[in-house]
C-alpha cells in the first residue's frame, strides 16, 4: 500500500501516477508546444549549420542563450564517395531582455577572420581543447558558492573523453576550474548537464554512456562540484528500450521538487523507401553517402518526470515531432530542445505568462541552422483529460496545509469539472461532496474550487483526505493549496 502522500502547499503536476489512485473514463494527456518564430538563425561567419546543444536561463532580468558553433560540409568526391568535414566547435552566447527578442553582443573575447567583433564567449583550453564540447553552464545557487563561480558549466574535451569543469564571475569570461577532470571513463558525446539542486542541497550531473551500444543517460551527485558518487543508469519502469541522445532534465521550476527532462530520442533506422519519402531526398543520400546514418536517422524530442531524479515515468509518445516542415527536418539532429525553460509573456492581451523552449532546426544544411522559440502554458506538460461524456480522477491519501483549493484547468464551454473532498475511508466530507460542489468551468492558472459553504478547507489541514475530480471536456493540469497556513 502506498504511504501517506504528503503535497503541504506545494504545487502538484499530473506528469506521473504519484498522486493519482483511480482513472475511470479519463486518461493522462501529454501535451505539445506551440511553435513560434525562430529565436535565432546561425548566419554568422563564425557560427554555422550545426549550432546545437543549447542552454537557455535567466539571471535577473536578462536571458541568456549560449550554443555550440559547429559547421558540416559534405562534399562528393571524384569518385563518387562522399566526405564529411567539420569546423572546430567554440562557444557563443546572445542575450534577451523577454526571452523573445535577442541580440548578438560583441564581446570582443576570441578571434575569428581577423576580427573580435562576435558573441564568442568560449574556446576550449590547452591541446585537449577542454570543455568546449556539449559546453552546458548553469548560474550556481548554492549559497556558499564563491561569488567569481558564480556561473558554472561543464564540457568535454574535443580530443579526450573527460567531463571538465569551467566557472565565470559574469557568465561571459570563463576558465577551466581544477587541474582535474570531474568525471572520467565515460563517452560524455552529448551535453552533459551539472546543476545545483537547492532544495536537497547537492549538485547533480546527468551525463552521456552506452548500455550494449544503446544510447542512455547516467547520473552523479556531489556535495561540493569536485567529489561525485559512481554514475548510475536512469531507471524507466514499464517504458521500452529507446535511444536518447541530449536529457535535458532539470528541476521543475515552479515545483522543484519534481525533475523534468526532454532528451532527444534517436531512431537509427535503415535506408528504405519509407526514407526516400522524407523530405529533401538529394541532400538525404548526399548524407547516407558519408555514413548511412546521417540520411537514414531521424531524432525527435519527448518528455519524462521524476519524484528522486533516477526513476522517471517517461512518456513514449513525443513531446516535440519533427512535423510539416519540407526543409531542414526530419533528420538526425533535428529538434534537440534547448535545457532550460524561460517564463515569458504571451501575445494574447491579458494572457497569464507561459514558458518558452528552444528548439534546434535545419541540421546539416547549407551555411545556418535555426533555433525556433515555441511556448507551452505554465504547468501545461500533462493533464488529466476526460471528453465531454465525463470522467473521474480519485487521489491517493495525501495531507496538505492551507486554506483552499486552487486548479490550473481548462474546460470547453460546455465542459466542467466539480470536486469532492473525502476523508482517507473515501468517504465526502460532510459539506464537501460533490454535490456540494460549485461547477467550475473556465480557463485559468489556479482557480478557488468553492462549495457551498464556500472555498475554506482549512479545517481539514493536516488530515489523511483523498480528492474526487468528475470533469467534462475538460483538463486538469496542476492543484496547490493556497492561503493562510500554506
Not at 115 to 121: E, G, H, K, Q, W
Request: include cysteine; charged fraction near 25%.
Amino acid at each position: 500500500m502506498d504511504a501517506l502522500r504528503e503535497i503541504g502547499d506545494r504545487l502538484e503536476l499530473f506528469v506521473d501516477d504519484w498522486l493519482i489512485d483511480e482513472l475511470n473514463r479519463a486518461r493522462q494527456l501529454l501535451h505539445q508546444p506551440v511553435p513560434r518564430e525562430p529565436a535565432l538563425v546561425t548566419d554568422r561567419p563564425w557560427e554555422g549549420n550545426m549550432c546545437h546543444y543549447v542552454t537557455v536561463l535567466r539571471d535577473g532580468a536578462l536571458c541568456r542563450m549560449y550554443y555550440s558553433t559547429w559547421h558540416a560540409q559534405f562534399d562528393r568526391n571524384a569518385d563518387g564517395s562522399v566526405s564529411l568535414t567539420h569546423t572546430k566547435g567554440n562557444i557563443a552566447c546572445v542575450e534577451s531582455l523577454d526571452g523573445i527578442h535577442w541580440r548578438r553582443p560583441e564581446f570582443g573575447l576570441f578571434e575569428v577572420g581577423g576580427s573580435r567583433r562576435n558573441n564568442l564567449v568560449w574556446a576550449g583550453e590547452g591541446d585537449e581543447i577542454r570543455g568546449t564540447h556539449g559546453f552546458a553552464p548553469f548560474v550556481d545557487v548554492n549559497p556558499s558558492c564563491p561569488a567569481d563561480q558564480r556561473y558554472k558549466a561543464v564540457g568535454r574535451a574535443e580530443k579526450k573523453r573527460d567531463l571538465w569543469a569551467m566557472a565565470s564571475p559574469d557568465g561571459i569570461h570563463w576558465r577551466i576550474l581544477g587541474d582535474q577532470p570531474i568525471l572520467s571513463g565515460l563517452p560524455f558525446d552529448s551535453q552533459n548537464l551539472v546543476f545545483y539542486d537547492a532544495l536537497r542541497g547537492e549538485y547533480r550531473a546527468y551525463v552521456r554512456d552506452f548500455d550494449n551500444g544503446v544510447r542512455g543517460i547516467k547520473t552523479a551527485t556531489s556535495p561540493d562540484f569536485v567529489n561525485w558518487t559512481e554514475p548510475k543508469w536512469l531507471k524507466y519502469p514499464g517504458a521500452p528500450v529507446q535511444q536518447l541522445y541530449t536529457n535535458q532534465i532539470m528541476p521543475y521550476p515552479r515545483a522543484p521538487h519534481i525533475f523534468v527532462g526532454f532528451p532527444t530520442r534517436y531512431t537509427e533506422r535503415t535506408w528504405s523507401p519509407a526514407i526516400e519519402a522524407l523530405p529533401e531526398l538529394e541532400h538525404r543520400r548526399l548524407r547516407a553517402g558519408a555514413s548511412e546514418r546521417y540520411g537514414a536517422a531521424v531524432t525527435d524530442g519527448l518528455f519524462m518526470a521524476s519524484r528522486d531524479g533516477q526513476t522517471f515515468h517517461r512518456w513514449n509518445e513525443a513531446f516535440l515531432r519533427p512535423g510539416l516542415r519540407t526543409e531542414g527536418s526530419w533528420t538526425y539532429g533535428d529538434m534537440y530542445q534547448a535545457w532550460g525553460l524561460l517564463e515569458t509573456e504571451s501575445d494574447i492581451a491579458g494572457a497569464p505568462p507561459e514558458f518558452s523552449l528552444y528548439v534546434v532546426e535545419g541540421y546539416w544544411r547549407g551555411n545556418a541552422n535555426l533555433i525556433r522559440r515555441y511556448t507551452l502554458r505554465m504547468d501545461g506538460l500533462v493533464s488529466v483529460n476526460a471528453p465531454f461524456a465525463g470522467g473521474e480522477m480519485v487521489t491517493k491519501p495525501f495531507t496538505f496545509s492551507g486554506s483552499r483549493l486552487t486548479l490550473n484547468m481548462s474546460t470547453s464551454a460546455a465542459g466542467s469539472i466539480r470536486v469532492e473532498m473525502q476523508g482517507a475511508n473515501s468517504k465526502p466530507l460532510e459539506g464537501f461532496a460533490l454535490d456540494d460542489c460549485v461547477e467550475v468551468i473556465g480557463d485559468e492558472l489556479a482557480r478557488t474550487v468553492s462549495w457551498k459553504g464556500g472555498p475554506d478547507v482549512s479545517r481539514f489541514a493536516g488530515q489523511p483526505v483523498r480528492l474526487r475530480f468528475v470533469l467534462s471536456d475538460a483538463d486538469l493540469y496542476a492543484i496547490q493549496f493556497a492561503g493562510p497556513g500554506g
